[in-house]
């Protein structure tokens, strides 16, 4: 592979900074592909508003609305796809093979305008880049209740991340998370 793609909500960056993450690492995150690089073009985006599968070349790309309406409220937004080379990118670092990390900060090769994410993400379902699941719909191994989530913030407040935006998005999930990480202390 010759290029990686980073999405992002800045416009004109020459270099795309390292940025320390979830992972604990200061890297710059990228994709193989561009359909991935357009999900992360949104500020707003994570694993609280979308379940996110697939890496494009050996499995299809599952974009799963978590609940109504989310969607249309961080991917009405623009942003910018920027090129890398993909020389200094590894994958394996984070447990999600679509995903390449870079330990030095990374020069644009070039970069390309999203004017709506949205609209790009139901374009690109459209083309069959990605599989796009709108409210309620989704895969079977996705709980319409959410609770898929508990784990991965229970691990999230583990390594001292804020957790409020969970609470805030998921009042109904609060006592399960509650009682699920007093079960594993």
Not at 84 to 110: C, I, P, Y
């Amino acid at each position: 592979m010759e290029y990686v793609y980073h999405g992002s909500s800045r416009a004109n960056l020459k270099i795309i900074k390292r940025n320390k993450s979830t992972h604990m690492q200061n890297w710059v995150y990228a994709a193989p592909s561009k359909a991935i690089a357009t999900i992360f073009l949104s500020p707003l985006g994570n694993d609280l508003y979308y379940y996110l599968a697939g890496d494009g070349i050996n499995y299809p790309i599952e974009l799963v609305e978590r609940k109504k309406g989310m969607f249309k409220k961080i991917f009405n937004c623009s942003g910018y796809i920027y090129k890398l080379n993909a020389s200094n990118f590894e994958s394996g670092k984070t447990g999600w093979s679509a995903e390449v990390v870079s330990d030095k900060d990374e020069n644009v090769v070039a970069s390309e305008y999203t004017e709506n994410v949205y609209e790009e993400l139901k374009k690109l379902a459209k083309e069959k880049q990605l599989k796009l699941y709108l409210y309620p719909n989704r895969p079977a191994n996705i709980p319409l209740d959410n609770s898929d989530l508990i784990k991965k913030v229970i691990k999230w407040y583990k390594n001292g991340f804020d957790i409020d935006k969970f609470y805030e998005l998921y009042p109904e999930l609060k006592e399960e998370f509650l009682k699920t990480l007093n079960d594993n202390k």
